[in-house]
């Protein structure tokens, strides 16, 4: 394939994004004019609101990135909640998936627990890590690690045991079995299905991160939401959903180019297999 042709796919993807704009642009536009028509206190007009999302986050010395000090207090920490509890949720839920994947007895007998588990939406399960945690990093790790660990343990698991019978039979006949096997044959049979868990529970990690931070918290996104509800100061309330909104989109557009590297090969081989 030439350079020309490995180049398109990312051509169309960037002309598709500008194709899009227009409706963001008429949307805001709208909202714009109709807002400052009303002068209605709980709706400000988007101009308003990325006015004190830059002054809040973004209006600090290039030599901190140009993040301010309020930045730092409620990045941080929101940051280092949602991401090690995806991490922990990720390392658990692939070590059961392989497990359960490879282990229709223990798929079978585990399956009334997983399905009871994932039922249980995971706000509910917060007075019950406040009382074992006590409020703080733990409790919000522990909520938003139990919430995003089912679309990884229940894609693995299906990923693992659907892996071609045959792809399996002839890596035995070939002598590779047990841990080479799994690393050398399940593993990157199941890894689109993998990715693919991983890539919904970092969505619903960046949910519960605020979820859990609405609760006896002092910093974080979650925190400034709940606090410039209760003050009125509904700018910086608009101006945070703003940001959740910005990061969502930063953080799946971040996981879909390294899953697109990491398994360009998968491409490449349903390409050849076409």
């Not at 019950?128 to 006590?134: A, G, S, T, Y």
């Not at 894609?155 to 006949?173: M, P, R």
């Not at 609405?214 to 910086?236: D, R, V, Y």
């Amino acid at each position: 394939m030439t350079r020309r042709e490995n180049s398109v796919p990312g051509l169309r993807i960037l002309t598709g994004g500008v194709a899009r704009l227009w409706l963001v642009a008429l949307l805001v536009g709208c909202w714009e004019i109709l807002t400052r028509i009303k002068q209605d206190a709980y709706f400000p007009p988007p101009s308003t609101i990325v006015r004190v999302f830059h002054e809040l986050w973004f209006s600090g010395p290039a030599t901190h990135l140009f993040l301010t000090d309020k930045a730092l207090d409620d990045f941080a920490p929101s940051f280092v909640n949602l991401f090690c509890g995806w991490a922990l949720a990720a390392v658990v839920g692939l070590a059961l998936g392989v497990l359960l994947g490879r282990s229709r007895v223990a798929r079978e007998i585990l399956d009334p627990v997983l399905q009871f588990g994932r039922s249980v939406p995971p706000p509910t399960l917060i007075p019950f890590f406040i009382v074992v945690f006590d409020f703080g990093a733990q409790m919000q790790i522990s909520t938003i690690a139990f919430g995003v660990l089912w679309p990884v343990l229940l894609n693995t698991a299906d990923g693992v045991s659907t892996v071609e019978k045959l792809q399996l039979e002839t890596a035995e006949v070939f002598g590779i079995t047990g841990a080479v096997r799994l690393r050398r044959i399940i593993l990157p049979a199941a890894a689109p299905k993998i990715f693919a868990g991983l890539r919904v529970s970092l969505g619903f990690a960046l949910i519960l991160m605020v979820i859990s931070e609405l609760i006896g918290s002092t910093t974080g996104i979650g925190a400034h939401l709940i606090s410039s509800q209760q003050g009125m100061e509904l700018p910086e309330m608009w101006a945070g959903i703003l940001l959740l909104g910005i990061l969502g989109c930063l953080f799946n557009a971040a996981f879909v180019l390294v899953e697109r590297r990491l398994l360009s090969w998968h491409s490449s081989a349903r390409g050849l297999d076409a």
